[in-house]
């Protein structure tokens, strides 16, 4: 935290207490990638781990989504021997490779409706408008690396499994189990979305979008089994607090649900409620989990579930009225290459805001107890 004059500046850049991220570089600038600390040393981890998420979201992986073309191909410079962890600060980068900048050399002169371009330039007196700066979604491989790290260690610790999935697109909602959902069947879909009828209906709704110079919104859920209880803490450090904030910060979510969210103010208290009970193996488990695996801000044990709506992509490619940096008014049409829907390459994302979230809160539950 810095302080300039009398105001005192949050850079905003850092995710985590004690499993952190701290994310760098802009949509068209020489480079994205992010700097991991706290991850402890002798986890095993191979630079193929994290490439297989970084290939889930990686523009001009589906054509679905953007033309841009990126390989996204990632270099660890540190923290990273022979194979294991070393305990010290893990920095990684990944190489812009297809930027056309000068697909914005028009919009430099506007502020696009529903950007960051106003935002940014009230914050900081400047902005990039290549791709949107720092504000763009390209800005999000960082947290997908880092997220790969999260995975490999959750997974050490105590076998934690994170599956996102698309579970509606505009009005089109899917039907899936979240007890059986898996990566594999997710990945099978162009658009993401397990049951096949759903899909089919999503991709040819994205489609039309395109085709008409549009865009659409939706929602993701994901799921994460073996959790163990006790992670999160009291009052303000609720793990469901901070799994909001997390995937808040994703660029186009608006909204965040935890368990049954908004449709358990449909439900009486009886019915919301979740009954304790003892399985056959001794664990103390809930015979519905209306709470999304978290009580009391403290994880149960049983399965978090959480969902987040995204917003349609701001850029769309019909005319918009809007104003100049001048501030006069002015109408224009987007060009370049974007997501007519963002979805399909969020669902990385999203596990990984939820794998660092539990991570960090892993690490939190040990020095706890200690």
């Known amino acids: 935290m810095a302080r300039v004059g009398s105001f005192t500046m949050f850079p905003g850049n850092t995710f985590g207490h004690l499993f952190t991220v701290t994310t760098f570089g802009e949509s068209h600038g020489a480079a994205l990638g992010c700097v991991v ?41 540190s923290g990273v021997y022979d194979g294991h962890t070393l305990g010290t600060p893990i920095a990684m980068i990944l190489r812009n490779e297809d930027a056309r900048s000068k697909d914005y050399s ?3 002169k506007v502020f696009r409706p529903s950007h960051g371009d106003f935002s940014y330039q009230a914050r900081y007196g400047r902005r990039d408008p290549r791709g949107g700066g720092r504000a763009s979604a390209r800005e999000t491989v960082g947290r997908v690396a880092a997220g790969a790290v999260a995975r490999a260690l959750l997974a050490q610790l105590s076998g934690v499994e994170v599956c996102a999935w698309v579970s509606s697109v505009a009005d089109i909602q ?35 979008a395109r085709k008409e110079g549009d865009t659409l919104g939706g929602t993701l859920s994901a799921v994460a089994r073996n959790v163990p209880a006790g992670l999160g803490a009291p009052v303000f450090g609720k793990l469901d607090a901070a799994l909001a904030a997390a995937l808040v910060s994703i660029p186009a979510v608006k909204g965040v649900e935890v368990g049954s969210g908004f449709a358990g103010t449909r439900q009486k208290g009886s019915e919301h409620n979740d009954p304790f009970y003892t399985d ?7 015979r519905s989990n209306n709470s999304g695996g978290i ?5 149960n044990g049983m399965p978090i579930l959480v969902q987040a709506a995204f917003k349609p992509v701001a850029t769309h490619f019909k005319e918009q009225e809007t104003v100049t940096v001048e501030g006069d008014s002015t109408r224009f049409s987007a060009s370049g290459r974007h997501d007519p829907c963002v979805l399909p390459r969020a669902v990385p994302i999203v596990e990984a805001m939820l794998l660092l979230c539990l991570a960090d809160a892993a690490l939190g539950a040990r020095l706890a107890q200690i």
């Open 37 to 77: 600390d706290g991850c402890p040393a002798g986890l095993a981890l191979d630079v193929s781990m994290i490439q297989a998420d970084l290939d889930r979201r990686r523009p001009g992986a589906t054509r679905l989504g953007t033309k841009r073309n990126e390989s996204d191909h990632i270099e660890i410079l």
């Open 106 to 108: 028009e919009i430099a």
């Open 174 to 208: 899917a039907s899936v189990d979240s007890e059986n959902v898996s990566m594999a069947t997710v990945d099978a879909s162009e658009v993401r979305c397990p049951d096949a009828e759903a899909a089919k209906r999503m991709i040819e709704s994205i489609e039309a």
């Open 295 to 299: 009580q009391a801000g403290i994880s």
């Open 280 to 286: 056959t193996d001794g664990n103390l488990r809930t």
